[in-house]
């Protein structure tokens, strides 16, 4: 089939079957363009909670998929590649996260939505690089807090905060390659342009960004800026949709780290690029892979991400 007869089929089938699907940002360019909502962790967990539609295809990597089960039960949870991984999900597990808090007894577990349901259901408040900051800033002064598993993003909020929360070891490989020197580089080639980036980048990189924030927040800034170019500091995937929300703007991309050496200066998650166009279609076809987890473990997990949606519209972050 080529790429034309699967968003024919997709869009026949999701109509058929009263799917939704939802992109992340970093899905590849068809994809995006075929989903119902496009968005951000944040966004994305809350249309999951309020879809009424039977389906949820969710095109983006397993510890969002599995975010939507845990918002919306009822609903069959559809993930086309049930291999999309993500490094900071697999950098800290249940068991490892217990023995932890069982060193730290008097502190509580705030933990990045970026990890498994296990993780969640081990945490007091999940929180989003879209929330974390104000959702930090809203605990008690004096509570201590151990901040899994992102410890990029975990060192930024507490740079942010004053707070000394404990951070789990974690990174995103893909955000944590990108060098300091590259956007340096980059800065002296293109003074005008500001750099943007996303908080799971390593600490030199956000001393000399501009602008720090969740991909949505990175959107939203771009849009409102009366700058005509800025240095990309992100997966690569969020262009699509800054040129489709900017045609008048120019994006320059911060060269990737390359593991093998031959770099094709692409900075791209793998595990988000596993989903495709074919495997959508499959997917949506056969209404598998499915995301399936016990009853107890999405109760478990389910507090901690009630708890961070709640605080967010108390404090007006969300709707
Ligand atoms: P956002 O919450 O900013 O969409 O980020 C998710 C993610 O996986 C970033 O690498
Ligand atoms: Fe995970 Fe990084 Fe990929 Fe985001 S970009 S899904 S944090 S590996």
């Not at 089960?69 to 993930?79: A, D, E, G, T, Y």
């Not at 410890?151 to 707070?163: A, S």
């Not at 800034?221 to 040129?243: C, Q």
Request: net charge negative; with cysteine; glycine share 6%.
């Amino acid at each position: 089939m080529t790429s034309l007869d699967y968003k024919n089929e997709i869009l026949r089938l999701k109509k058929e079957k009263g799917a939704v699907i939802l992109g992340h940002y970093y899905q590849i360019d068809e994809i995006q363009s075929i989903s119902d909502y496009v968005g951000d962790s944040l966004a994305l967990a809350q249309e999951a909670q309020r879809t009424d539609a039977p389906i949820i295809v969710f095109c983006g990597v397993h510890f969002m998929a599995e975010t939507a089960k845990i918002l919306n039960p009822s609903r069959k949870v559809l993930l086309p590649e049930l291999a999309a991984s993500c490094s900071l999900a697999e950098s800290c597990n249940g068991a490892d996260l217990r023995q932890f808090k069982a060193e730290h007894p008097d502190h509580i577990v705030v933990s990045y939505v970026n990890c498994s349901a296990e993780v969640k259901a081990e945490s007091d408040l999940i929180c989003t690089s879209g929330n974390a900051e104000k959702l930090i800033n809203a605990l008690p002064q004096d509570q201590k807090i151990i901040f899994a598993p992102d410890k990029n993003l975990g060192g930024y909020i507490n740079r942010q905060t004053g707070r000394n929360m404990l951070l789990w070891n974690g990174v995103c490989t893909v955000h944590d390659a990108l060098e300091s020197e590259s956007i340096l580089k980059l800065k002296a080639e293109n003074p005008d342009a500001p750099v943007v980036a996303h908080p799971e980048c390593n600490s030199a990189v956000l001393a000399v960004s501009e602008f720090v924030g969740s991909t949505k927040a990175m959107l939203t800034y771009i849009k409102n800026s009366d700058k005509k170019r800025f240095i990309v500091a992100t997966e690569a995937g969020i262009l699509y949709e800054m040129k489709r929300d900017n045609p008048d703007k120019e994006f320059i991309t911060v060269p990737g780290g390359c593991e093998d050496g031959t770099c094709c200066s692409c900075a791209e998650c793998s595990y988000m690029k596993m989903n495709t166009m074919e495997k959508l279609y499959k997917c949506l076809r056969d209404e598998t892979p499915e995301i399936t987890m016990s009853a107890d473990m999405i109760e478990r997990a389910a507090k901690p991400i009630v708890r961070m949606l709640e605080m967010s519209r108390q404090l007006g972050i969300i709707k």
